[in-house]
C-alpha cells in the first residue's frame, strides 16, 4: 500500500508540473507582442544594406537617395528606421528596392531602430 502511495504522489506532482509549464507557455504567447495583431508598418525605399540591417526611408526614391552619405539621406526625412532582418528576408531585399516592412516596436532614436516583422519588395510596376 506503500508503494502506491508513493506513485500516485509522483504520478500527481508529474502532472501539476505539465500543466504549469503549459499555462506558462500559454500565457506567454498570449502577453507577447509580436503575437497580436496591431503590427505597424512603413512603406519606402532600402537607402543602405549592411548584412542583416537595412535602412528604410520613407518618401524617397533610389533618384534622391543614390551617392549620398548617411547623414544627408535623413535630412528632410518624415520617416526613417534600421531594421534589422533574418538571414532569409535580407536575401530577397537590395539596396534601394522599395518595401513594405511590418514591425512590432521602434526605439524612439532618429532612425528609429526596430526588427522586421515581414519584409515584402513592392514591384513598381503594379504600383502604376
Same mark, same amino acid.
Given at each position: 500500500?506503500?508503494?502506491?502511495? +508513493?506513485?500516485?504522489?509522483?504520478?500527481?506532482? +508529474?502532472? !501539476?508540473?505539465?500543466?504549469?509549464?503549459? /499555462?506558462? /507557455?500559454?500565457?506567454?504567447?498570449?502577453?507577447?507582442?509580436?503575437?497580436?495583431?496591431?503590427?505597424?508598418?512603413? $512603406?519606402?525605399?532600402? +537607402?543602405?544594406? $549592411?548584412?542583416? %540591417?537595412?535602412?528604410?526611408?520613407?518618401?524617397?526614391? $533610389?533618384?534622391?537617395?543614390? *551617392?549620398?552619405? $548617411?547623414?544627408?539621406?535623413?535630412?528632410?526625412? @518624415?520617416?526613417?528606421?534600421?531594421?534589422?532582418?533574418? /538571414?532569409?528576408?535580407?536575401? %530577397?531585399?537590395?539596396?534601394? *528596392?522599395? &518595401? %513594405?516592412? @511590418?514591425?512590432?516596436? &521602434?526605439?524612439? @532614436?532618429?532612425?528609429?531602430?526596430?526588427? +522586421?516583422?515581414? !519584409? %515584402?519588395? /513592392? *514591384?513598381?510596376? @503594379?504600383?502604376?
Amino acid at each position: 500500500m506503500k508503494g502506491k502511495k +508513493a506513485v500516485l504522489m509522483i504520478v500527481a506532482i +508529474a502532472l !501539476v508540473s505539465i500543466a504549469a509549464v503549459v /499555462i506558462s /507557455i500559454s500565457v506567454f504567447f498570449q502577453n507577447n507582442q509580436t503575437q497580436n495583431d496591431n503590427a505597424s508598418w512603413i $512603406e519606402g525605399t532600402v +537607402a543602405k544594406k $549592411e548584412d542583416t %540591417r537595412i535602412l528604410v526611408i520613407s518618401g524617397k526614391d $533610389e533618384v534622391e537617395l543614390k *551617392d549620398l552619405t $548617411e547623414e544627408e539621406m535623413l535630412e528632410g526625412a @518624415s520617416k526613417a528606421i534600421w531594421f534589422s532582418l533574418s /538571414i532569409d528576408q535580407a536575401k %530577397r531585399v537590395s539596396e534601394f *528596392d522599395k &518595401v %513594405r516592412i @511590418s514591425y512590432s516596436r &521602434v526605439s524612439d @532614436s532618429f532612425p528609429g531602430k526596430a526588427s +522586421a516583422t515581414s !519584409v %515584402r519588395v /513592392i *514591384d513598381e510596376e @503594379s504600383q502604376n
